[in-house]
């Protein structure tokens, strides 16, 4: 496969079950994280090395542009970005640390921005690529107690259908994979013991105290699930498809 796929967010969770599928799928890969530790722990898990790794802030604008100017000139054009970068924390809309809300959206929505601009803008002028962003069913389903990460999920999806739109004309497609409850740090963060796996049962079974559904097919995700998803939106398969978000997430928005 030419050309090189960029990963952002690669260092654990869905980002690095991500950079593992894409590799078995024969991409040439780039992994971008903050995390050095991490992204040497996942490219240590890949069938082939990566091409390159960097460490980097993707809510320092300039920086952000000078990795992805690196990776160009050192590694070709980047012609696949799956961006899976993300953070959750949770607190009421009122009572919520400002602070808090600040950080979810510097990371969700003006890193992604960041980082598609970046990378978008050498796609619009080869016309040739392909972006999938991992987002979240929480874009469409109000959660107690997650105001700003399901708002800033909100964004990223009219972010990315709006890119869609914008980059059409130049045959690029870009795509939302929107998961659910998936078995991740993020996700153990939320149970009372995270090494504890019966902390899965109350996202399955829901909360009606909350008025969240639980999953219709029993099981939460594994990250490579959400894996499968982003490698299928990225290739020729899907060819014809773009502005779509593909929920991932055993049915828990019942489509809502």
Request: aromatic share 4%; glycine share 12%.
């Amino acid at each position: 496969m030419s050309g090189t796929t960029l990963v952002v967010g690669a260092a654990q969770g869905i980002g690095r079950a991500t950079a593992v599928t894409l590799s078995r799928s024969g991409h040439r890969l780039v992994l971008l994280d903050r995390d050095a530790d991490g992204l040497a722990a996942t490219a240590a898990l890949l069938d082939a090395p990566p091409l390159g790794t960097a460490v980097t802030d993707i809510r320092d604008t300039a920086a952000v542009t000078d990795t992805v100017r690196r990776i160009e000139d050192e590694h070709g054009p980047v012609t696949a970005l799956a961006h899976v970068a993300g953070v959750l924390e949770t607190g009421s809309v009122l009572d919520a640390d400002p602070a808090s809300w600040q950080r979810v959206f510097d990371v969700n929505v003006t890193g992604l921005v960041n980082v598609l601009r970046a990378v978008g803008t050498g796609m619009r002028d080869r016309s040739a690529g392909s972006i999938v962003v991992v987002g979240s069913n929480a874009a469409g389903v109000p959660r107690t107690g997650m105001g700003a990460y399901g708002a800033s999920k909100a964004a990223v999806a009219m972010i990315v259908r709006v890119l869609g739109l914008e980059l059409a004309e130049y045959g690029i497609r870009a795509n939302i994979v929107a998961p659910g409850s998936t078995d991740t740090a993020m996700q153990r963060s939320l149970w009372s013991d995270p090494d504890d796996d019966t902390g899965a049962r109350g996202a399955i079974d829901g909360d009606l105290g909350s008025f969240k559904v639980g999953i219709p097919l029993g099981r939460i995700a594994d990250a490579a699930d959400i894996a499968d998803s982003v490698e299928f939106l990225l290739s020729d398969r899907a060819r014809h498809i773009t502005m779509q978000a593909l929920y991932v997430d055993g049915g828990a928005t019942l489509q809502a």
